[in-house]
């Protein structure tokens, strides 16, 4: 905006132009920070912590037909994504379920997790033994089922300082097949956000 000046205007009238021209400017100053820092926040805002199942298989020795006792081999793979964060995890509940029945829990401790790191998992589960013949029933006929279930809490640590507690609920599905191991073509199972019926199941 431009104030021009001719003799027959008065000094009220180039007071209020002059006071104008500030106002603009002083919003566009507001305007370009306020830019400026919704873009520093999407730069340095955190993605949460990816969870991969890339490796599942239930031992032959476990599969022979009417035995009492069963044991799970996972590979669980723990990613931070983030190039400017790194994760403090609390302990991790990791858990399998059939049907409506805990197969096997784990508790991975808790742990820092540096910048752009992953983390390999590699663990056992003894199945519980009341769920384990149904369980071998759906594994010899190659329809089990297995749901995978994840819950911790975590803080990101950006820039030297500490975030406030993240609660992370995961869930995933294995489709077993007869040798024990996932069937079909997808070997590497994503764990997603838990559905509000999973979490009403779980609860």
Known sequence: M???SFESSNLLDDDTCIANNFYVWLLQVVALLGILALALWLILRPRSPKYTIVDFSIPQSSLVKDGQNGTILYNLEIENPNEDSSIYYDDILFAFYFGQDTVGERTIPSFHQGIGKTRQVIDRVDVNP???KSLLNAISNA???VKVGLLTKFRYKTL???SKH???ELEGQLKVGSDGKISGK???????????KWRRYKA
Do not use: F, M, N
């Not at 997808?186 to 509000?196: M, P, T």
């Open 2 to 4: 431009k104030c021009e």
């Open 130 to 132: 009341r769920v384990w």
């Open 143 to 145: 329809t089990a089922d």
């Open 160 to 162: 030297g300082k500490k």
């Open 166 to 168: 993240h609660k992370l």
């Open 186 to 196: 997808k070997k590497k199972i994503k764990l997603h956000h838990a559905s509000k």
